[in-house]
């Protein structure tokens, strides 16, 4: 019997409620799954630097309406940074506290919630859009000479 102190010991485990496959090894923590989350969190970065830029120009817009909605738009992307590092973080914590390995309902590490959020910024940027170029298209333009 040779006693190699250098190999790692594999451990086995059930799940406490007897579902899901023998747990072999948690001591190695696949990566994929924190870049997965990164990733995730780049995306909602990158929509919402779309979203603040159009809020910038809205901002130095000359009309008032046009003002308004742009620091509107600035803080509802503020809100949506605050609610995209929340869920990084979250994730982040049930991928490093291993809480994945059940295969329970409550324990997924996706985000059901973040491509509505994700949808629903881009339709108030759109809706906004839409309505300051209907609010262009309608003002009465006086005959020229």
Avoid at 33 to 58: C, D, I, Q, W
Wanted: net charge positive; proline share 5%; aromatic share 6%.
């Amino acid at each position: 019997h040779l006693d190699l102190l250098d190999v790692p010991k594999i451990s086995t485990a059930v799940h406490p409620t007897g579902e899901g496959h023998h747990l072999k090894d948690m001591q190695n923590l696949d990566p994929k799954g924190v870049f997965a989350n990164e990733r995730t969190l780049l995306h909602y970065a990158e929509k919402g630097m779309y979203v603040g830029a159009l809020a910038v120009v809205l901002v130095n817009q000359d009309s008032w309406a046009a003002k308004t909605a742009g620091l509107v738009l600035a803080a509802v992307t503020a809100v949506f940074y605050i609610f995209a590092l929340c869920q990084y973080y979250n994730r982040l914590g049930r991928i490093l506290g291993r809480s994945k390995v059940g295969k329970d309902r409550q324990l997924r590490l996706d985000s059901v919630g973040g491509p509505v959020v994700v949808c629903a910024l881009v339709m108030l940027v759109l809706a906004i859009s839409l309505g300051g170029a209907i609010s262009k298209s309608t003002q009465v333009q006086p005959p020229s000479p």
